[in-house]
């Protein structure tokens, strides 16, 4: 057994389920209108900068997160940007599933 092909056969898996088909739509949508597109990139990107930063061991401040926070308010506004931030959080859990199933499964003796 492979363990690559393995994995491949899972990214397979992936890319036919409902929640990945649901993103490339979503993604679709969004492309459509550059304007709320370019809001969705400019607070994804604004997020892992602040993740970076914690990560780094940098304090953000109170001002960046409530920056951050007003920012997600107005583009959440937006129904196509909801919805594909909605279609990759329920990826994001099953990803987050799949990474407990082997942890576990590797820790077993």
């Known amino acids: 057994m492979n ?3 393995k ?3 899972l990214a397979a898996a992936i890319k036919e389920s409902d929640e990945w ?3 490339q739509e979503a993604q679709k949508i969004l492309q459509k209108d550059k304007k709320i597109e370019e ?3 400019a607070l994804r990107t604004k997020q892992m900068e602040l ?3 914690q990560l780094a061991g940098i304090e953000v401040s109170e001002a960046e997160i409530t920056g951050w926070q007003k920012q ?3 583009t959440m506004m937006h129904t196509d940007v909801k919805k594909l931030m909605e279609a990759e ?3 994001s859990v099953i990803l987050e599933d799949v990474q407990k199933i082997l942890f576990e499964a590797i820790s077993r003796q």
């Open 21 to 23: 088909k649901a993103i």
């Open 39 to 41: 809001m969705y990139v």
């Open 89 to 91: 959080n329920r990826l």
């Open 7 to 9: 994995a491949y056969e």
């Open 72 to 74: 997600f308010e107005i």
């Open 3 to 5: 363990i690559h092909d």
């Open 51 to 53: 993740q970076q930063k």
